[in-house]
Nanobody, 121 residues
Framework: QVQLLESGGGLVQPGGSLRLSCAAS????????SRWYRQAPGKERELVAT???????NYQDSVKGRFTISRDNAKNAANLQMNSLKPEDTAVYYC???????????????WGQGTQVTVSS
């Protein structure tokens, strides 16, 4: 059973950096797409970054040039490096993985539990 465990959130001052990690547990699967979302209080969840199995990436305009999504194959994890953080980046960040089990048909997905990122002076 695939599960996603998030880590790396916390409190940081404006202009600072944080690195989020989303580690996938289990075996017998291949990840097709990794995504990071965020949701601030009173706002809709928004897509922040996407990485496909082919290595292509896409970013929300507000984070382009500041955030980088990557995958650590050795640790079976998807990471989000966040630099030059702004107060408006404050939100709960959720990772998402679209995957398929080996020898089983159909696309499946999982969500991480969420990790709080607070950018404040």
């Amino acid at each position: 059973q695939v599960q996603l465990l998030e880590s790396g959130g916390g409190l940081v001052q404006p202009g600072g950096s944080l690195r989020l990690s989303c580690a996938a547990s289990g075996s017998g699967f291949s990840i097709n797409v990794s995504r990071w979302y965020r949701q601030a209080p009173g706002k809709e969840r928004e897509l922040v970054a996407t990485m496909t199995s082919g290595g292509s990436t896409n970013y929300q305009d507000s984070v382009k040039g500041r955030f980088t999504i990557s995958r650590d194959n050795a640790k079976n994890a998807a990471n989000l490096q966040m630099n030059s953080l702004k107060p408006e980046d404050t939100a709960v960040y959720y990772c998402y993985a679209g995957f398929a089990y080996r020898d089983r048909w159909g696309q499946r997905d999982r969500w991480g539990q969420g990790t709080q990122v607070t950018v404040s002076s």
